[in-house]
């Protein structure tokens, strides 16, 4: 009876708040995911607490953590999440028009910085009732098992060497170039492989201690090393910083392309012959048959080749 009881007091917004909080492991962060007053995060929070008969969260050092309890509870809850998002979505052909499906998204902000904004753009348009949710790519971040979990429907990425276990499929191919200050001396007197090594050059922050970026590793293939003298997580900062520095950014093109209207900066050849920028988007196996994140599939690829023409697209994946 008392089974019964507990079970009366447990709904699915409840169980959503759970697993959103011991996620995020922060009251306010999970409070703007829900979008909700942070007091009624702290009030479902103590709910839960009375009902489970533990802390499931609790401080340590600057920050918070699930408690053993808390975390047995995690995959459960994800596991009831999911199979309620689905359980009138996915028995349906999905109608984008009519659907109300949340899309969560996965990708670094080295992409073009149209792309996401474009995407979001579309997807609204397509099917307006259902929520878009953008999460970046970081050191913590374990796409894999979120994928596996269905807390992410798709990653976009370029790393070299994807995890060949997910389906993937090609989005676009990018020429590799380097943006400089206009006041940049290069600019003026040109440079070759040699010069190009002993520039001083930015690059993104490594996502974890000893990751190598996609053009570190191609020039470690080659047996050589540039001289990189700032590094910054914020990729998206760091057209600003070439704009009043001489630092060298080695990147895609495409994103090159956005700031040379915008900034004092230029884009030159890249004097190294390195292979274009592979961007693709992966998902799990337990996705591959859904109507609904086939759907978002062929958006992102619609956004890559609307963005610029023409795009190296892949028809096939990779199972």
Known sequence: MRDQALFDKIDLHLIRVLHTVLT???????????GMYQPAVSAALKRLRDLAGDPLLVRSGSGMMPTEVGQRMLEPAAAILRAAEGLFSDVRTFDPRTATR??????????DPLFIPSLVARIKNEAPLCPVEIYSLSAETHYHAQLEQGDIDVVVGNWLKPTDDLHMASLLSDEVVCMVSKQHP?????WDMASWLEAEHIAPTPTYPGARGVIDAHLDALGVQRHVMA?????????????SSLLVLTTGR??????????????????MELPALQYYQLWHARSHGSEAVGWLRECLKKTAVALRK???IASADIP
């Not at 997580?233 to 070439?242: E, G, L, N, W, Y």
């Not at 392309?257 to 050849?269: A, N, Q, S």
């Open 24 to 34: 995020e492991r922060s009251v306010s962060r999970a409070a703007l995911r829900l």
């Open 102 to 111: 949340t899309f969560r998204i996965a990708a670094s902000d080295y992409l």
């Open 186 to 190: 290069a600019v003026r007197r040109g």
């Open 231 to 243: 590094r910054c997580t914020h990729f998206s900062a760091i057209p600003a910083i070439v704009a």
């Open 254 to 271: 495409q994103f090159c392309e956005r700031f040379t209207d915008r900034l004092p900066v230029t884009i030159l050849p890249c004097p």
């Open 310 to 312: 023409p795009l190296n």
